[in-house]
């Protein structure tokens, strides 16, 4: 067995270098001749023929990872143009890749075909490219028709008399449709200056004797050029002045009824059609192209009427505004006329605006333009302006200020040197009013009335002081809302007042001196002054709690007069008030021992404050009951004593209120009939305290000798403390 492997290895060596020598004699000399791998008859027009005969295998080509197609990595030495390698990982689709001496160019159809450096020529026969439904992508780099060198992502250039660039969706749409999108999705991380989402140059000139031309027309395919146009153009009638600007119209050509904004005429012509336009410089002209101002309307019928603004009624008249004269048009929004303006109804003349500033009625005057007014206008009982008497001058009382020249105008200020009498020719006095009639006033009229305008507003008579004229006056004033009192905005008052500007010295005050007496809500005064009403008071601040320390808050004071007949508060005499009146102050309290020794305790503690000094009369009653310590009743006929009494600020060496009860029962019959019921234990006292706040406690005590107890105070409905101040 030993000799056998080792035949076989002797075997092994020998053919490793038989192979080993073939192979160096292949690679060592040059090759005259096809080599095969798998195949003894390599094919004459190849330089390498590998065949397993079977047809079921392949040949592997190097795998490598691409992943820059514009290197050579992943390979390390620069290759030969032609190198081919397998891509089977990273960022490019996995298949064949050879290298152009500048990149990897992937092998065979896939869903994107590179045309390299190629240029495509295309014969004048029509060709048609089927992509079956799929999208046509280019990634990088720019598309030009008719042009090698495109400036955009898609230039597209006519060079023929055709149509340059043309859309035509020629299925019907569903939904929300749009044949021709144009997106700007910056958002905002550029800097752009300038920019636009879409342009439409115009880099020619416009010959002379072109047809009409646009930039940019909107229109429908049913009538051309028909109606329902809107352009952009740069020509708007043929063989006409090249012309920019915005055109709406429904007429063939443009020629007439269009809209221009922003037009700017060449030198070639003048645009002659047209309703309205805005030139370039801000000028618009309605009814004319060549407006000089910024509105400028014009009309070439003489007819008054040729601006109409009219309101749809069921009479349909119009309001006619008549032809301006502008003369000056740096004046803002300025009308003016050669004489007046005008205001007809109907064709009849009804109200003028002279030239003289005057406001006339037609009616009652000749030429109303060049009639200077002479009457008197006003109002008749309907309402109706009416016509009074002609005005003289020689015959009027009032004059402009300071002249001697009858008022022109019911804007002069007005004046007279004598007394003004209404409802007498002969008055009295500065101001002379005669009633036929007295009124005593109403709501709705009076002798004099003044009234205003605004709501919470006021109406006053003013008295002026001739001394400190701008400062000093008397005044009697009505407002709508200046009381203090209620929540609306209906709160009047009437003040009777004087302002000064000092006191003492330049002290002004208010005198009622009346022969009789003053009432206030009473017609019938019997006093200086007389409040009616069954609950009628008044009140003097200066007397109240916050203006006077001798007032004490809750707790009225008596009101007297001194010497010089003022009212005063006084202290000093007696007055009693009651700050504590206490009902059931206190809640079942027991009190036991079962030795009988004495006990103390506290049953009501209370606070009362005094502003002087004063005399305090304390008083309380509560009640008792006793039995024994286990509950029972008392039958051994030994005495329980218990009392109460009250000590103030906490002070234990003087006790006030003293009173004092015993019990005790007949021992010699222990079973008998005893009553039911509550003992009470009823004291007062007095103590004389300063001014401050007082603690008053009430207390008692308990004393069994030797023998237990159970004592219960308080707890029923008849229990109570009372404190009352003397001062």
Do not use: C
Request: charged fraction near 15%; avoid cysteine.
């Amino acid at each position: 067995m030993v000799v056998a492997i080792f035949v076989l290895q002797m075997l092994h060596n020998m053919m490793t270098r038989l192979l080993y020598f073939i192979f160096l004699l292949i690679i060592s000399s040059p090759a005259i001749a096809q080599v095969g791998i798998g195949t003894a008859m390599p094919s004459g027009a190849t330089l390498l023929h590998v065949d397993d005969g079977q047809g079921d295998k392949g040949v592997l080509i190097p795998r490598v990872q691409i992943d820059d197609l514009n290197t050579m990595a992943p390979l390390t030495v620069t290759p030969e143009v032609g190198t081919m390698v397998f891509n089977s990982a990273g960022a490019h689709p996995l298949g064949f890749y050879y290298w152009n001496g500048t990149l990897w160019v992937a092998v065979g159809a896939g869903p994107d075909t590179n045309l390299g450096n190629t240029d495509l020529t295309q014969d004048d026969a029509v060709r048609t490219y089927d992509i079956d439904g799929q999208d046509l992508n280019f990634t990088n780099g720019s598309i030009g028709i008719n042009n090698p060198n495109p400036s955009g992502r898609l230039d597209a250039r006519g060079a023929l008399n055709e149509d340059a660039f043309r859309f035509v969706q020629t299925d019907n749409l569903t939904g929300e449709r749009d044949v021709f999108t144009i997106e700007d999705q910056d958002v905002g991380g550029g800097s752009q200056d300038h920019s636009s989402v879409l342009k439409v140059l115009k880099s020619g000139s416009i010959n002379s004797g072109d047809n009409g031309f646009s930039l940019i027309e909107l229109a429908s395919t049913s009538s051309d050029p028909g109606a329902n146009k809107y352009w952009i153009s740069g020509r708007t009638v043929d063989e006409g002045a090249p012309f920019w600007g915005v055109d709406i119209t429904d007429n063939d050509f443009w020629s007439t009824g269009g809209i221009q904004l922003g037009a700017l005429p060449s030198s070639n012509g003048t645009y002659t059609g047209g309703n309205f336009r805005v030139n370039a410089n801000g000028d618009t002209g309605i009814g004319t192209v060549n407006p000089n101002a910024r509105l400028q309307i014009d009309e070439d019928s003489a007819d008054l009427d040729h601006i109409i603004f009219q309101i749809n009624t069921s009479s349909g008249r119009p309001l006619n505004i008549l032809q301006p004269d502008i003369t000056d048009i740096n004046t803002p929004f300025t009308f003016q006329t050669n004489n007046a303006f005008n205001f007809r109804t109907d064709n009849t003349d009804a109200l003028t605006i002279l030239n003289t500033s005057q406001l006339a009625l037609p009616s009652y005057v000749g030429n109303f333009q060049n009639e200077t007014p002479t009457r008197i206008l006003g109002l008749d009982a309907a309402g109706n302006v009416v016509s009074s008497a002609p005005v003289i001058d020689s015959d009027a009382d009032w004059f402009t200020s300071n002249t001697t020249t009858a008022p022109a105008s019911i804007d002069d200020n007005i004046w007279t040197n004598g007394n003004v009498g209404i409802g007498t020719n002969n008055p009295a006095s500065s101001l002379h009013i005669v009633e036929a009639t007295g009124n005593a006033g109403s709501a709705a009229n009076g002798s004099i009335t003044l009234e205003h305008g605004n709501t919470g507003g006021a109406s006053s008579i003013v008295f002026k002081s001739r001394v400190n004229n701008n400062s000093d006056y008397g005044y009697i004033r009505f407002e709508d809302d200046g009381s203090g009192n209620g929540t609306t905005d209906e709160n009047a008052i009437l003040t009777i007042g004087i302002e000064n500007d000092g006191t003492g010295q330049f002290q002004d005050d208010i005198n009622l001196n009346p022969a009789g007496y003053v009432g206030i809500k009473n017609n019938a005064p019997q006093r200086e002054i007389h409040i009616a009403g069954a609950n009628s008071t008044m009140r003097i601040d200066g007397l109240s709690t916050a203006n006077n320390a001798n007032n004490i808050a809750a707790d009225p004071v008596p009101v007297y007069v001194n010497n010089d007949g003022d009212l005063v508060t006084q202290p000093s005499l007696v007055q009693s008030f009651m700050p504590l009146n206490l009902r059931n102050p206190i809640p079942e309290t027991s009190v036991s021992s079962s030795t009988g020794a004495t006990v103390d305790t506290n049953l009501n503690t209370s606070t009362i404050v005094l502003t002087q000094r004063s005399l305090v009369h304390y008083t309380y009653q509560f009640s008792v009951t006793l039995r024994r310590f286990d509950g029972t009743a008392i039958t051994d006929g030994a005495s329980r004593l218990y009392r109460s009494w009250f000590e103030v600020n906490s002070d234990t060496s003087n006790h006030y209120g003293y009173d004092t009860g015993t019990y005790t029962n007949n021992p010699s019959a222990p079973s008998g009939t005893y009553a039911s019921g509550f003992y009470y234990l009823s004291g007062s006292g007095y103590v004389e305290l300063p001014a401050g706040t007082h603690t008053i406690t009430l207390k008692t005590r308990v004393l069994g000798g030797s023998y237990d107890y159970d004592v219960r105070f308080g707890g029923t409905t008849f229990d109570s403390i009372q404190a009352v101040i003397h001062r």
